[in-house]
Every structure is written in structure tokens, then in C-alpha cells.
């Protein structure tokens, strides 16, 4: 059987995730409702991976022997303000790997665990940089330029 803290962290991507998917979906929306529809295809876009990883996490459960649990979720933000979403994004993907890294180390010797989470940690990390040259464009370029690239 699998160490408990995989377990437990495949169990916290399942919840988390599907969350953020759903959460990414709703923001595709909001970008899509404001003209924004590069921003909203790649929030789709998004969603739709992070829900692809669900299911792997969901089917490797299965496959140790787990019971899977459809546990509550907690209220998360939505923004109208594109920049601002960028940033709680960014944060997010942040404190994730940082969490994330500790899962994927414990699963070390569980390498069909292993290769799921290093691949979620893959997607991850490119979303986090994704998010920091964004800002980093919006700093060079400004917020009107940048704006009107997402349309």
C-alpha cells in the first residue's frame, strides 16, 4: 500500500483541483463576457487539464486500494479584473509546487504516483512561470497594451 501521505495529498488534489478547475472555468467565462477571449480560452483550456489530472489522481486512488471522497470545498475568489486574477493565479500555483514538492518527493518509491504527480508538477511550474512573465509583460508593455492582447 502506498505511504499515507501520498494517499492523503492525492485525496487533497482530487478535492483542490477539481475546485480550481471548476474556479478556471467560471473565470473563462468572466474573461469571455468582457471581450477578453484569448484569456478565456486559456482559462478553458486550463480547466480542462487540471480535470484530466483529477482523474488520473481519482484512477490511482482506485488502483491502491483507496476509498475517493467528494469532500466539501472551500468558497474561492473570482475576479472581473484580469491583472488581479493573474496575481491570485500566480500565488496559487506558488504555494501549490511548494506543497506539491513535498508529495512528489514522498512518493518516490511509488513510481507510477510518481511520474502523475512530477507531470501535475510539470504543468504546474509552466502555469507559475506563465503567470510571472505576464506581469512581467504587463510592467514593460503596460495594463491597456496588454489588455488588448487578450481580446
Known amino acids: 500500500m502506498a505511504n499515507e501521505k501520498v494517499i492523503a ?15 478556471h472555468q467560471i473565470q473563462s467565462r468572466i474573461f469571455a463576457s468582457q471581450g477578453f477571449s484569448k484569456l478565456a480560452e486559456k482559462y478553458q483550456e486550463h480547466a480542462e487539464e487540471e480535470r484530466a489530472y483529477v482523474v488520473k489522481c481519482i484512477d490511482r486512488l482506485l488502483d491502491l486500494g483507496c476509498d475517493v471522497k467528494l ?60 503567470g510571472q512573465s505576464q506581469l512581467e509583460l504587463i510592467e514593460n508593455i503596460g495594463k491597456q497594451n496588454w489588455l488588448l492582447q487578450q481580446v
Request: proline fraction near 3%.
Open 9 to 23: 495529498g492525492l485525496q487533497a488534489i482530487v478535492t483542490g483541483l477539481s475546485q480550481q478547475a471548476d474556479g
Open 71 to 130: 469532500e466539501a470545498k472551500a468558497e474561492a475568489p473570482l475576479y472581473k479584473e484580469p491583472i488581479e486574477w493573474v496575481k491570485h493565479d500566480l500565488q496559487v500555483s506558488i504555494d501549490g509546487l511548494a506543497w506539491l514538492k513535498e508529495i512528489v518527493e514522498a512518493a518516490r518509491d511509488d513510481y507510477a504516483t510518481f511520474d502523475i504527480l512530477r507531470e501535475y508538477y510539470k504543468d504546474e511550474e509552466e502555469d507559475m512561470y506563465w
